[in-house]
């Protein structure tokens, strides 16, 4: 059950792209079941992305994902200052356990 | 609208116990499988432990096995984390945690959160 790998930190201007990366195993993203959790600290996280690349009700359409073998990625198009947050990905891992990653600190300039 | 309430948490010495529970409202508690996911500073977002909808099934990640259970009851609409045996470690805000989907077991979709316990194991 080892954390997926995330960067610490990504930064972006307001209305750029930023895309981070989360790095696993070839059989954790075996599965569709990669996720993408937005935490502003000392709040409850939020579901942005599903099933890599669904968003929930209501997610702006500025967030997207992919999944490319062993790596998944979470795009912030058009990034605004609201979006400064931790993000989390997470997957399904094959046996009735989930990981997450590190996390990554998002600033926008 | 979905809510989950939280009650439990607290300051408790290495060694020691607690109990999480999560009070749930606003859709069909026994069909989801419900979660418990925990943050702390210096690791960021850990699953914990899920429990399936009919309590068949638990799954737990390596660091809490044999020391805490899950359990939930769907005549009350709660979930609850028993946690042993703690240790330095386990010092996190612990969430209950909803899947978007129904399945048996937790896929990290989680659609709706908890306000989160914080649980500080102290020496």
């Known amino acids: 059950q080892s954390a997926l790998t995330q960067p610490a930190s990504v930064s972006g201007s307001p209305g750029q792209s930023i895309t981070i990366s989360c790095t696993g195993t070839t059989s954790d993203f075996d599965y569709d079941f990669v996720s993408w959790h937005q935490h502003h600290p000392g709040k409850v996280p939020k579901l942005i992305i599903y099933e890599v690349n669904n968003r929930p009700s209501g997610v702006s359409n500025r967030f997207s994902g992919s999944k490319s073998g062993n790596t998944a990625s979470l795009t912030i198009s058009g990034l605004q200052a609201e979006d400064e947050a931790d993000y989390y990905c997470?997957?399904?891992?094959?046996?009735?356990?989930?990981?997450f990653g590190g996390g990554t600190k998002v600033t926008v300039l | 609208e979905v809510q989950l309430l939280q009650s439990g948490g607290g300051l408790v010495q290495t060694g020691g116990s607690l109990r999480l529970s999560c009070s749930a409202s606003?859709?069909?508690?026994?069909?989801?499988?419900m979660t418990w996911v925990r943050h702390s500073p210096g690791k960021g977002l850990e699953w914990v432990a899920t429990i399936s909808g009919s309590s068949r099934s638990t799954f737990y990640t390596d660091s809490v096995r044999g020391r805490f259970t899950i359990s939930r009851d769907n005549s009350r609409k709660t979930v609850s984390l028993q946690m042993n045996n703690l240790r330095a470690r386990d010092t996190a805000i612990y969430f209950c945690?909803?899947?978007?989907?129904?399945?048996?077991?937790?896929?990290?979709?989680?659609?709706?959160w908890g306000q989160g316990a914080l649980v500080t194991v102290s020496s």
């Open positions: 945690a909803k899947e978007l989907v129904l399945r048996g077991y937790s896929s990290g979709w989680f659609e709706s």
């Open positions: 997470c997957s399904y891992t094959g046996s009735k356990t989930v990981v």
């Open positions: 606003g859709f069909n508690f026994m069909n989801f499988a």
